[in-house]
């Protein structure tokens, strides 16, 4: 009798509830929410006192009397504790080592630029300038404003 007061659990012999194997529980894989494994324990009492009209009861102290015991439960079969490895699983290990591979080029790709800069400035190489590229096309309204200014007067 799980839960319940002392003194009730006190007037039956044997009555000694261990949470770990009358408790409700449920077992769930972290990743997905999947339920693996489960079960519900439940037990029914009566309440006994005494009764004036019935002799039989005179000596009945109040107490909680077990009546029945109800313990169900439920697990994943083989196939799908499998089903979940394979496809779930796998991948996730797989996923984990791609994420440290991407820290580490990540972390080798931040120390690798700024040096490769600072080697290049002090050769001097970034002391080039770059000029603005020149393109073969025109606008129209350029083209417009090149003879205005040009002062095209064959009008």
């Given at each position: 009798?799980?839960?319940?007061?002392?003194?009730?659990?006190?007037?039956?012999?044997?009555?000694?509830?261990?949470?770990?194997?009358?408790?409700?529980?449920?077992?769930?894989?972290?990743?997905?929410?999947?339920?693996?494994?489960?079960?519900?324990?439940?037990?029914?009492?009566?309440?006994?006192?005494?009764?004036?009209?019935?002799?039989?009861?005179?000596?009945?102290?109040?107490?909680?009397?077990?009546?029945?015991?109800?313990?169900?439960?439920?697990?994943?079969?083989?196939?799908?504790?499998?089903?979940?490895?394979?496809?779930?699983?796998?991948?996730?290990?797989?996923?984990?080592?791609?994420?440290?591979?991407?820290?580490?080029?990540?972390?080798?790709?931040?120390?690798?630029?700024?040096?490769?800069?600072?080697?290049?400035?002090?050769?001097?190489?970034?002391?080039?300038?770059?000029?603005?590229?020149?393109?073969?096309?025109?606008?129209?309204?350029?083209?417009?404003?090149?003879?205005?200014?040009?002062?095209?007067?064959s009008k």
């Open positions: 009798m799980l839960g319940v007061a002392e003194e009730y659990t006190a007037l039956i012999d044997g009555m000694d509830p261990e949470p770990e194997r009358h408790q409700i529980f449920v077992d769930v894989e972290p990743y997905t929410g999947t339920p693996l494994n489960g079960g519900k324990r439940v037990q029914f009492n009566m309440f006994l006192r005494r009764i004036d009209a019935i002799k039989l009861t005179d000596r009945l102290q109040p107490t909680l009397f077990p009546v029945i015991w109800i313990d169900e439960g439920i697990a994943l079969n083989e196939d799908m504790v499998k089903l979940i490895d394979d496809s779930l699983m796998k991948v996730l290990s797989l996923l984990d080592v791609v994420q440290w591979v991407l820290i580490g080029v990540g972390l080798l790709l931040a120390v690798l630029m700024p040096t490769v800069y600072f080697v290049k400035r002090c050769r001097g190489e970034s002391s080039r300038t770059v000029s603005p590229a020149v393109t073969a096309t025109t606008s129209a309204a350029s083209l417009s404003t090149v003879a205005g200014v040009t002062g095209d007067r």
